[in-house]
């Protein structure tokens, strides 16, 4: 009966092992969710941005430089969700609509 025991702790222990260890089809998901067109963001090609005026071309043309899925206007005042999405371009804003602060999540 304990030899029992210990060979089924034994399985459990190498089951839950496993459930913590990556695997190579985790970044080939990874790799294929890039060849898709879902690239991490990367502000620093947008800073041009800053301090120039808030338009939906200036929006479009930020986001394609920093390679973002999405982007959007920050203002001071807005309400905005807390999720990190590291395809999401960020473009803050002051009250006049210049832009102050460029970031990705």
Do not use: W
């Amino acid at each position: 009966m304990p030899l029992k025991f210990a060979t089924l702790g034994a399985l459990l222990a190498a089951a839950m092992l496993a459930g913590c260890s990556t695997t190579s089809s985790e970044s080939a998901k990874e790799s294929a969710a890039t060849e898709a067109g879902h690239s991490r963001c990367e502000a620093s090609a947008a800073a041009f941005a800053i301090g120039k005026k808030a338009s939906p071309e200036l929006l479009e043309q930020a986001r394609a430089k920093a390679g973002a899925q999405n982007a959007r206007f920050l203002k001071p005042n807005d309400m905005i969700t807390l999720e990190y999405r590291s395809d999401r371009l960020n473009l803050n804003t002051d009250n006049n609509l210049v832009i102050t602060r460029v970031n990705c999540g």
